[in-house]
């Protein structure tokens, strides 16, 4: 089945230490997305890549960071600069103007 | 500016009665709109879509929507909800020359039994 898998679906960190989330999706698509998730705030934009090799901040990009070496793969690094990193993690990945969603990952804090 | 606004953050329906989301949109370009349904802990699930053509798009579980132009309005309806549609909704605009989507703050769907 095609789709897009989040790993793991929970992490927990110490503060100061750097994250690595994992994005992959097998439907072939070009653009690639990653959303922040806090209670009653919605979904809030971090990165976002059109094509490989290529990426650009979305509105909360600060204390985070992006690659794009693959089609299939987007992974996001949530650096100790992030101030206040628990929080719900959404992938994305789109065609036509239509996202399709992982299943998220939530990081917490310790 | 471009947004989305979905008025209500907390909607409460009795089991088997009807159900409105709002949704009002500011967009430059002519939109595509998105109605999305999260689960606790899930991803986000596309129930329906309209980029153009018929006005009243149907979705799966039984959802509807129908974009008003004048209105700059794209409201969800159903019927009758079941316990089961509880779970937050949310409301995106975008366009085919735009690879971002603008996102509603989302309504959070309460049911009654």
């Known amino acids: 089945d095609g789709g897009i898998t989040q790993s793991p679906k929970y992490l927990f960190r110490k503060e100061g230490q750097n994250v690595t989330l994992s994005c992959e999706q097998n439907?072939?698509?070009?653009?690639m997305y990653w959303y922040r998730q806090d209670p009653g705030q919605g979904l809030r934009l971090i990165y976002y890549?059109?094509?490989?090799?290529?990426?650009q901040k979305g509105d909360i990009a600060e204390g985070y960071s992006v690659s794009r070496e693959k089609k299939e793969s987007f992974p996001l690094t949530v650096t100790s600069a992030q101030k206040n990193p628990t929080a719900f993690y959404l992938c994305?990945?789109?065609?036509?103007?239509?996202?399709?969603f992982g299943p998220g990952t939530r990081l917490t804090v310790l | 500016a471009q947004s989305v606004t979905q008025p209500d953050i907390h909607i409460t329906v009795s089991e088997g009665a009807s159900l409105e989301l709002r949704c009002n949109y500011s967009?430059?370009?002519?939109?595509?709109l998105f109605w999305y349904v999260q689960s606790p802990g899930q991803g986000l699930q596309l129930l329906l879509k309209?980029?153009?053509?018929d006005t009243l798009v149907q979705g799966i579980k039984g959802f509807e929507a129908e974009f008003k132009r004048s209105q700059s309005a794209f409201n969800l309806r159903k019927p009758s909800v079941h316990w089961s549609d509880a779970a937050e909704y949310f409301c995106?605009?975008?366009?085919?020359?735009?690879?971002?989507?603008?996102w509603g703050a989302g309504t959070k769907l309460i049911i009654k039994p």
């Open positions: 309209y980029f153009s053509g």
């Open positions: 994305a990945s789109s065609i036509g103007g239509e996202q399709f």
């Open positions: 995106a605009v975008g366009s085919d020359s735009n690879y971002q989507l603008i």
């Open positions: 890549s059109q094509i490989v090799n290529d990426f």
């Open positions: 967009y430059g370009a002519t939109p595509y």
């Open positions: 439907l072939n698509h070009d653009a």
